[in-house]
């Protein structure tokens, strides 16, 4: 299997190069990376919980979906793609912000990454890809808050910078 190439990137999104994951993750190199966040008609978010294999926050709580574009495509279609992918569906979404963060794990990796955020709706129970999640859970905006206040180590660093960062602006663009 070939292993999956990230987009490398500028501090303006410019694609500078190709990279394999797991190098551009050990260099803690800037790459492009995306994150959905779905909303059903309560105004609830989807939260999945990663697989407890994943190699690096097994079993931690995240926003819908989150990856990585692949060459040539766009950002919408890298979210739709991954979506589907690990959450079994496919709706529209819409690109909302993005930002640059940077979060080192405690087994040697680092996200630096350039990550655009997508937001979309959707009404109905999920497929989910057991591979890639262990479970899902719609939880509104402000129980999200409160748990992470309470409970930060449960969830993924980047939904936390997420959360933190664009909480106002999520919450009044959803």
Known sequence: MIEEQVILVDEYDNQIGL????EAHEKA???RAFSVFIFNNRNE?????????KYHS????TNTCCSHQRDGESNLEAGKRRLE???GFVTELEESTSFIYKAPFSNGLTEHEYDHIMIGYYNDEPIINKEEVADWKWM?????????????ENYTAWFKIIFEKFYEFINVNK
Do not use: F, S, T, Y
């Open 19 to 22: 990279m394999p994951k797991m």
């Open 29 to 31: 190199v800037l790459h």
């Open 45 to 53: 978010l989807m939260l999945q919980q990663r697989a407890m294999h």
């Open 58 to 61: 097994p079993g931690l709580w």
């Open 85 to 87: 992918e690990e959450m």
């Open 140 to 152: 509104n905006l402000e129980a999200v808050k409160l748990d992470i206040a309470q409970h930060p």
